[in-house]
């Protein structure tokens, strides 16, 4: 039977709990498949910096390179929020990314039946956004260099970045974005400033000459300050959305409001090979922490990605991805999905709800 | 009785015939207010290229300075799409707010109880927005060096652009923002990425450091990816917002979609001292161009913005507001904005409206 090790970082806030319930999901499913799941436990983010003084430390990065995936919570806190920029959590996943090499980052966002009155779009428009941010995760104006601070002439102090992307990194993020559209509704829209930045003309010109690699693919672009407007005009018109690192950081968040349930968001970062990231595209939520009360799903989903696009286990997958919509289905609700008539659960209960239905 | 000049910009597209409009609203308020205009109209964008070569010609841009204020339409179309960077319209546009130096761009998005329905958020979320986005329109990434194209060392090619923020343009746009906010409810977010980005952790730092000076107002802070999911989570939560370049690109035009009438939001661009510039916030509809059919209010609007902010002539300018808001309520509706039982009209007969209720 097959074996896999897998890094599991819980990090911050409700991040615990919510690792907890997917680590029983994964469990389950294993031995359902005849999977074996070696797990390995590290810390990360501020729990990591509280541990060990630094937010990702070389044991933890060691471990996630050695394994076959990582499925990591959340990270970050009030705590550690005014920590200089080496000593912040944030700092802790940017070199996990790279680490890695993990550059294509896949946000879905869809608006599940079930939830369709979570989001705060009228239902006309809310009702069947199903779409796949693909975002470059390892380049751009987060790793650019020359970056930091100086004094201009005057004395005037100055903060800078550098927004810089290489032909080879576009292209690998293309492909991947080509061949993600192609397994869904064969539409990808680049989104980029091409009217404005040269980063972007390059970014342009080298998805425009990859097209043609993928005659089943429409391709188009669109402008960035025009994509946030019709991802709330008309999320529908959207299949695979491919962008840069910050546009991307931009538009996933905005496009998982629209679905009004980012509890129940996953995502997946993938590089060339290696193991690949998975985690829930909400945040460490400290206000909740520790009160059993956040929404495990979108980390569970994580998992279900964590086997479909890391370790190939499609089926191992869809037993997950079809127990949550069966606990959805059977009335179950987190506090932020919850509405009248249907069956408030905390962080827990849902888990084992979950496990029923796997 | 007091004299201004005006540059009037029509540009392309739609442009001219939502200035036109304008000027007609301009000229009868100054009549009844005891004003007198001087109109100049001068090519820009792409209909400047056709005729000149450059998208912004010496004398548009010397007219322009010359003026007490500048009044555009809109620029760019398909025609011009292709063109390099110094050939583009946006390049012309660019240019015109560098030289005019008009680093303060607000953009007010308002959800009128007339249009509440175009908006594709559910009412109860979109009722009552009343948000001003305070943009810095001169500095970051948009005018960054260096900027352009190179070859690594493996010979890949490379696209690059610097976001760059010195302390002044920090504050002074700031500055505008918190009196801005002050004129308001008292209530300013300040937009970043100060978790990865050092341009963002210089912006951070200055407007903190400004918000002793205005104790009435209330400052927060709030990370880009989050301000783009809260616009459409609850947009009543903000006043104020002031944010980069780029940053306020982006989200003023998902702020200006949230209200569903973007053929209603005007926008003002101001300096230290010299002219403002003021534009409507929708583009050129090269779609639409020449058939009658565009919403001129945005325009309209914009003059009311030049009035008020430019010339500081604020009984002219409530005219101008009072006389959209009445044309409304007298039902009438240009395509964009109108539903079953209100009375379509097109761009010239709107003008015509809008000059019955001035
Ligand atoms: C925490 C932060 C550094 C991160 C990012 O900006 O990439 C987060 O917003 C995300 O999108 O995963
Ligand atoms: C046309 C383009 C250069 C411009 C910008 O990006 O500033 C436009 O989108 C705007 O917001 O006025």
Redesign the interface.
């Known amino acids: 039977s097959k074996s896999y090790t897998i890094t599991l970082l819980p990090g911050d806030g409700i991040g615990p709990e919510v690792i907890s319930v997917a680590k029983n999901a994964l469990q389950l499913v294993a031995s359902l498949e005849g999977i074996k799941f070696k797990f390995n436990e590290m810390p990360m983010g501020g729990a990591a910096l509280d541990l060990t003084g630094v937010p990702l430390p070389e044991e933890t990065l060691l471990s996630a390179k050695q394994s076959d995936a990582v499925l990591l919570g959340a990270i970050g806190g009030y705590k550690w929020d005014n920590n200089e920029?080496h000593l912040?959590p944030?700092t802790g996943l940017?070199q996990l990314r790279e680490g890695l090499k993990v550059f294509a980052n896949l946000r879905p966002a869809t608006v599940l039946p079930q939830l369709v009155d979570a989001s705060?779009?009228?239902k006309e428009?809310a009702e069947g956004v199903d779409l796949m941010v693909v975002r470059e995760l390892t380049g751009g104006?987060?790793f650019?260099k020359p970056?930091?601070?100086s004094t201009?002439e005057?004395g005037?102090?100055?903060?800078?970045?550098?927004?810089?992307?290489?032909?080879?990194e576009i292209d690998r993020i293309a492909r991947v974005a080509f061949e993600t559209a192609r397994k869904r509704r064969g539409k990808l829209c680049s989104v980029d400033?091409a009217?404005?930045?040269?980063?972007?003309?390059?970014?342009r010109k080298r998805v425009t000459s990859l097209a043609s690699e993928y005659p089943d693919v429409e391709l188009s672009h669109m402008y960035?300050?025009?994509a946030?407007?019709?991802?709330?005009?008309?999320p529908k018109q959207f299949d695979t959305i491919v962008t840069n690192n910050?546009?991307g950081?931009?538009?996933?968040?905005?496009a998982?409001?629209?679905t009004g349930s980012?509890g129940m968001l996953p995502s997946a970062s993938l590089g060339e090979s290696g193991p690949g990231l998975f985690e829930p595209i909400h945040g460490s939520a400290p206000d909740i922490a520790g009160q059993d009360k956040a929404n495990p799903l979108a980390t569970v989903l994580s998992a279900a990605m964590l086997l479909k696009y890391g370790l190939g286990e499609e089926k191992a997958a869809l037993r997950i991805e079809a127990a949550v919509l069966d606990t959805l289905n059977r009335g179950f609700r987190t506090g932020d999905i919850h509405s009248a008539g249907l069956n408030l659960v905390g962080c827990k209960e849902m888990g084992e709800q979950v496990l029923k239905s796997i």
Not at 249 to 254: A, F, G, Q, T
């Open positions: 920029k912040k944030e940017l705060t779009l009228k428009v104006i987060y650019g970056r930091g601070f201009n005057n005037d102090e100055l903060g800078f970045n550098t927004e810089v992307y290489a032909a080879h400033k009217n404005v930045l040269e980063a972007s003309m390059l970014w960035v300050d025009n946030a407007m019709q991802l709330v005009r008309n910050i546009f950081d931009i538009l996933s968040d905005e998982s409001m629209i980012i």
